[in-house]
């Protein structure tokens, strides 16, 4: 039998609430955070790359860059730029306190070695390798690297594209509602015809790529999901004086093949 000290808790848990849902993850950060994930990926696949090639010597990071040398000297050295981009450069002249058996590279013990082997402390391999064949061994490792810092780049330029659709509703809406212009400066447009205009200027200046594309959809969808029904559309003047100024461009009101609202 249940006594009453029971009874009274269980009656106290029938009456508590469910917990309430936990609200789903929203789908522009959803995007936002597979594309991070995709670009770290694609960096890790670059760096792989390096280690086979042997630029496993000395990692250093430097401001928006990191360089990676490789244990040959002559071999020199790849510099990948936060941004996507890679350069293959000679590693420079120096002097540096070589590893020996008893001691750590750089360390006292190293230094005090280079009294003794002095020559054996000075790096000049880089600095003096033929030019001919320099040329040559940096076209192979660019063409090793490549591919794959070509696709981190695409990645770098998909996450930047992702972030930047994500928060080009809020702004869409604020341009309509507010005047608030796209560039997020100066006096609000204060008619809708220049709210309209800037609209239009805003999708023509989208560059001529996948990701201005991507932007150019998003603008597109704004203008025919909210500004075509609304009481203030697009004139019949404004879309033929567009098609005049931009020939070769698809009229906002236009969804390109494939593309939904």
Same mark, same amino acid.
């Given at each position: ?9 269980? %009656?106290?848990? !029938?009456?508590? =609430? *469910? ?12 995007i ?18 390096? %280690?086979?090639l ?8 430097? $401001?928006?860059?990191t360089?990676?040398?490789?244990? *040959? ?34 360390s ?19 600095a003096?390798?033929?030019? /001919?064949?320099?040329? *040559? ?5 660019v063409?090793a ?14 996450? !930047? ?12 809406? %604020?341009l309509?509602?507010? $005047? ?16 309209r ?18 932007? /150019? ?7 025919r ?7 203030? =559309? ?5 879309? /033929? ?5 931009? =020939?070769?461009l ?5 969804? /390109?093949? $494939?593309?939904?609202?």
């Open positions: 039998m249940i006594g009453t000290g029971w009874l009274l808790v269980l %009656a106290a848990w !029938a009456d508590e =609430p *469910a917990p309430a849902p936990e609200p789903a993850a929203d789908a522009d950060e959803e936002v955070v597979y594309g991070e994930l995709q670009v770290e990926q694609a960096r890790q696949q670059v760096i792989q790359d390096l %280690a086979e042997g630029f496993t010597d000395e990692v250093t990071r430097l $401001g928006d860059r360089i990676y040398r490789h244990g *040959a000297a002559w071999a020199g050295e790849v510099v990948l730029f936060d941004d996507g981009w890679m350069r293959v450069k000679r590693q420079p002249l120096r002097v540096e306190g070589r590893p020996m058996p008893w001691a750590k590279l750089d006292p013990g190293a230094w005090l070695g280079c009294l003794v082997w002095p020559w054996l402390c000075v790096r000049t391999t880089g003096t390798f033929g030019h /001919r064949k320099w040329l *040559a061994h940096e076209g192979r490792t063409e690297l490549h591919a794959d810092v070509e696709t981190w780049g695409d990645r770098i330029a998909d996450l !930047a594209t992702d972030r930047t659709v994500a928060a080009l509703g809020p702004r869409l809406e %604020a309509w509602e507010h $005047g608030v212009p796209l560039g997020g400066s100066g006096p609000p447009l204060a008619t809708m015809a220049d709210r205009s800037e609209l239009l200027s805003f999708y023509a200046s989208r560059t001529d790529t996948v990701w201005g594309e991507e932007v /150019r959809d998003a603008v597109g969808g704004f203008c999901a909210v500004v075509q029904h609304s009481d203030d =559309p697009f004139t019949d003047a404004e879309l /033929r004086d567009f098609a005049e100024r931009y =020939p070769g698809p009229s906002p009101l236009t969804p /390109r093949a $494939g593309v939904e609202d």
